[in-house]
Every structure is written in structure tokens, then in C-alpha cells.
């Protein structure tokens, strides 16, 4: 067992020249040539508290057949400033087998067990009045053994928001949470059930967009198709399935609901720009809308200000949001 002694989160402490040694997981890697014409590999380690990019000069070609996206590696080398950046000069790199080391310290997790996670989304699904969305909601969240696997491990992301395990269904649950509040404070104007099930199914097309065995990347359908269509075609066969079981709907699933939660899926990025093909042109798509463009900023930012090493309240600059942020007393003290 090649155990874990520093987690890149101390790493940043060092100071140039101080030597390295520890496994890491490595989530990208490419061979570069310097100015010299010499190559070397370009290579992004990580560990469950976050990543720190590497430079090895040394033996690249032994190297970079084995030293590929997903590769477990013992590291050696020494800790080095570059252009303001921290990074890993690697003198020694040696791949690692699966059974010697420990997954979970490579793998960062949400702070919320999976399991009260789900819970917490089946309490949703037990108080949706309209039999039809409820049915859907049930064949999805109850009887899909597969789904329920996936949404229990899949992030919401890659880099973005909630780009951990489990990281989908906390911004799910959490967003639900908001979309319950925003249906009682408005009232009658918003049907609550369309908003439970916007909020339940918007990002669903992510647990095939993603693939998130060990590093998160996109699918090639992800890639070529993208998680909103993808969404309505899930959902698309999910009302089918129910339609074709007999003694599971009252009735036929209704065109109107059908297509107003299409709807939602389609249009929840907002904007043609950020990928939706139509804008919302429906209350409730505009309240999710921005109810999950709330949640996936307060993560991403709250994660940016956690993850901060720099001294003093303010932030280095986010290159995302083009700004510095401020680091208060209570937000640190978290
Ligand atoms: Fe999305
Ligand atoms: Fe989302």
C-alpha cells in the first residue's frame, strides 16, 4: 500500500525547493516541447483536496504511454513557483497499481452523505399532488436501479459547480429546497409540482454527459449531444416506459405537462449564448432557471474562497467571474 503523506492542499504551503513525495491521481497529462526543443510532460495532479499542476523533463518518453488521465503515480520531486503558479518538479515517477493505494483520498466527496441525500429528494417526491408527475418522478427516483446508482455518485460538473461526488444530487436537493420556498411565497402563479420536477430532472442528462469513475470527463455523447437534449430524451423514454406499464397512470401521460417540463429541461441555461435552445417562456422555467444559476454560483464561489491561499481577506483573482472576492471572518472560521 503506497500510503498518502501530503495532500496537495499542504502542498501549497511549501516554499520553492522543498522536496515532494506522495501518490497522486492524475487527471491530465500531454507532452509539450520547451524552447529548446526538448520535450517534456505537461502534467495536472489531484487528490481529494484539489490539484496542483507538474513538470517532468526527465525519461518523458518512458513516461507517456503510462502516466495518462486516470493513472494512480508515486511522485518525487520538488515544489517550484512559476509565473506565480506552485507546481511539481517530478525527478521520479512510478505507476501504481489499484490495490496499493487508498480510492477515497484521491477522490473529493460531498460534504453530505449520498444516502440522507437521497432521502431527502424521495421526501420531495412523496408530497407531488399530480398523479402523472409523480408516477414519472417515482419510475425514475424509486424503480430505476440504474439512475439511482448514478445520480448517488455523479458531480454536477467537471470544473464548475459541485464538481465532486455526489456533488449532481446535493445541487439537486438543494436547489428543490429553494424551489419549495419560491412555490409557497408566490402561491397560486406557480404549479409546484412542475417546479419540484423541473428541479428533480433539469440536470439528469449530466449522468450521461459525465462519466466519473475516477476523473470526471465528458462522454462522447456528452460531447456531441450535451445534457439538455439529452435530458428530454431521457425523459422522453421515461414516460414510454410508463405509458406501456399498464395499471401505472390513471390515464395517458398529458402532451401539456410533457411538453412544459421538456420545456424546463431546454431552456434551463437561460440563454442561447450558455447552450439553451430556447429561452424560458414558462414561470416555472424561469424561476429554475435562476434558482440553478444561484445555487451552481454559490457553490463554485464558496469552493473558490475555501480553496484560497492567499493571505489577507481578499482573494487572487477569479478568472471566471473577473473579480477578487472578499474573505470574511465567518465564511474562513466555516
Ligand atoms: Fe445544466
Ligand atoms: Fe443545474
Same mark, same amino acid.
Given at each position: 500500500?503506497?500510503?498518502?503523506?501530503?495532500?496537495?492542499?499542504?502542498?501549497?504551503?511549501?516554499?520553492?525547493?522543498? /522536496?515532494?513525495?506522495?501518490?497522486?491521481?492524475?487527471?491530465?497529462?500531454?507532452? &509539450? *516541447?520547451?524552447?529548446?526543443?526538448?520535450?517534456?510532460?505537461?502534467?495536472?495532479?489531484?487528490?481529494?483536496?484539489?490539484?496542483?499542476?507538474?513538470?517532468?523533463?526527465?525519461? *518523458?518518453?518512458?513516461?507517456?504511454?503510462?502516466?495518462?488521465?486516470?493513472?494512480?503515480?508515486?511522485?518525487?520531486?520538488?515544489?517550484?513557483?512559476?509565473?506565480?503558479?506552485?507546481?511539481?518538479?517530478?525527478?521520479?515517477?512510478?505507476? $501504481?497499481?489499484?490495490?496499493? #493505494?487508498?480510492?477515497?483520498? !484521491? #477522490?473529493?466527496?460531498?460534504?453530505?452523505?449520498?444516502?440522507?441525500?437521497?432521502?431527502?429528494?424521495?421526501?420531495?417526491?412523496?408530497?407531488?399532488?399530480?398523479?402523472?408527475?409523480?408516477?414519472?418522478?417515482?419510475?425514475?427516483?424509486?424503480?430505476?436501479?440504474?439512475?439511482?446508482?448514478?445520480?448517488?455518485?455523479?458531480?454536477a460538473?467537471?470544473?464548475?459547480?459541485?464538481? !465532486?461526488?455526489?456533488?449532481l444530487?446535493?445541487h439537486v436537493?438543494?436547489?428543490?429546497? #429553494?424551489?419549495?420556498?419560491?412555490?409557497? =411565497?408566490?402561491?397560486?402563479?406557480?404549479?409546484?409540482?412542475?417546479?419540484?420536477?423541473?428541479?428533480?430532472?433539469h440536470d439528469i442528462g449530466k449522468?450521461?454527459?459525465?462519466?466519473?469513475?475516477?476523473?470526471?470527463? !465528458?462522454?462522447?455523447?456528452?460531447?456531441?449531444?450535451?445534457h439538455?437534449?439529452?435530458g428530454?430524451?431521457?425523459?422522453?423514454?421515461?414516460?414510454?416506459?410508463?405509458?406501456?406499464? /399498464?395499471?401505472?397512470? /390513471?390515464? &395517458?401521460?398529458?402532451?401539456?405537462?410533457?411538453?412544459?417540463?421538456? =420545456?424546463?429541461?431546454?431552456? =434551463? =441555461?437561460?440563454?442561447?449564448?450558455?447552450?439553451?435552445?430556447?429561452?424560458?417562456?414558462?414561470?416555472?422555467?424561469?424561476?429554475?432557471?435562476? *434558482?440553478?444559476?444561484?445555487?451552481?454560483?454559490?457553490?463554485?464561489?464558496?469552493?473558490?474562497?475555501?480553496?484560497?491561499?492567499?493571505?489577507?481577506?481578499?482573494?487572487?483573482?477569479?478568472?471566471?467571474?473577473?473579480?477578487?472576492?472578499?474573505? /470574511?471572518?465567518? $465564511?474562513?472560521?466555516?
Amino acid at each position: 500500500m503506497s500510503q498518502k503523506t501530503q495532500f496537495i492542499k499542504d502542498l501549497k504551503e511549501l516554499k520553492d525547493k522543498d /522536496p515532494i513525495s506522495s501518490p497522486f491521481l492524475i487527471k491530465f497529462s500531454a507532452v &509539450a *516541447v520547451g524552447k529548446t526543443g526538448k520535450p517534456y510532460m505537461n502534467i495536472v495532479f489531484m487528490d481529494r483536496t484539489g490539484e496542483l499542476e507538474g513538470r517532468l523533463w526527465d525519461d *518523458v518518453n518512458q513516461h507517456m504511454g503510462q502516466a495518462v488521465r486516470g493513472a494512480y503515480v508515486a511522485v518525487e520531486g520538488r515544489c517550484q513557483t512559476y509565473q506565480g503558479r506552485r507546481q511539481i518538479v517530478v525527478a521520479k515517477m512510478q505507476i $501504481l497499481r489499484e490495490d496499493q #493505494i487508498e480510492p477515497k483520498d !484521491y #477522490i473529493s466527496e460531498s460534504p453530505v452523505n449520498p444516502d440522507e441525500l437521497y432521502a431527502k429528494l424521495l421526501d420531495f417526491i412523496s408530497t407531488i399532488k399530480d398523479p402523472f408527475c409523480k408516477a414519472l418522478a417515482e419510475s425514475v427516483f424509486q424503480d430505476d436501479r440504474e439512475i439511482i446508482d448514478r445520480y448517488k455518485r455523479a458531480p454536477a460538473a467537471k470544473t464548475v459547480h459541485h464538481a !465532486y461526488r455526489t456533488g449532481l444530487l446535493e445541487h439537486v436537493v438543494s436547489i428543490t429546497g #429553494i424551489l419549495d420556498l419560491l412555490a409557497g =411565497h408566490y402561491g397560486k402563479c406557480l404549479n409546484r409540482d412542475l417546479l419540484l420536477l423541473g428541479g428533480f430532472f433539469h440536470d439528469i442528462g449530466k449522468l450521461l454527459e459525465l462519466s466519473y469513475d475516477r476523473v470526471t470527463d !465528458y462522454t462522447t455523447e456528452g460531447k456531441l449531444i450535451g445534457h439538455l437534449v439529452m435530458g428530454v430524451e431521457l425523459l422522453d423514454r421515461k414516460i414510454r416506459e410508463l405509458e406501456s406499464q /399498464p395499471g401505472r397512470l /390513471p390515464g &395517458a401521460f398529458p402532451e401539456e405537462t410533457k411538453l412544459l417540463l421538456k =420545456h424546463i429541461i431546454l431552456s =434551463h =441555461h437561460g440563454q442561447l449564448d450558455f447552450g439553451s435552445p430556447k429561452r424560458p417562456k414558462l414561470l416555472e422555467a424561469l424561476v429554475i432557471h435562476m *434558482v440553478d444559476d444561484l445555487d451552481s454560483k454559490m457553490n463554485a464561489i464558496r469552493t473558490f474562497i475555501e480553496q484560497d491561499q492567499t493571505p489577507g481577506n481578499w482573494t487572487a483573482l477569479n478568472r471566471q467571474y473577473e473579480r477578487f472576492f472578499y474573505k /470574511p471572518e465567518w $465564511l474562513l472560521q466555516e
